[in-house]
């Protein structure tokens, strides 16, 4: 089971799936060119992860909730019993975009996400 809960308020969500996760960690190091035509760098730790969440909903009531709790401004921390290593603190970056298949029967929340540490 997944849920997803506010900080603010503590309301939750809970999708029936979560049908696509795809998160990225940019580099921070900074590559310097020196005069000789060598490199020096300054290693510094990856940023968390971003990326798009696809949150699925069996009907259009659950989906929409969960779209306007998105919209509060707070973060949000997504838990999952079968696969924690998905578990993280989040903000909302990028777009919030719904969705329905052609049966009406499924409905995606996509969530651009930042990870935010605690």
Known sequence: ?????????????????????????ASQNIVHDLISG????TLISPRPRSGTLQL????????????????????FFLERDDLPALNMTYVLDGDLTITVDDSREAWVLAVGFQEVRT
């Open 1 to 25: 089971m997944t849920t997803i809960t506010a900080a603010a308020g503590g309301l939750t969500t809970s999708p029936v799936a979560v049908d696509g996760y795809e998160a990225t960690r």
């Open 38 to 41: 060598d490199i020096a760098v």
């Open 56 to 75: 699925v909903y069996g009907n259009a009531a659950d989906a929409f909730a969960a779209f306007t709790l998105h919209e509060t401004e707070t973060t």
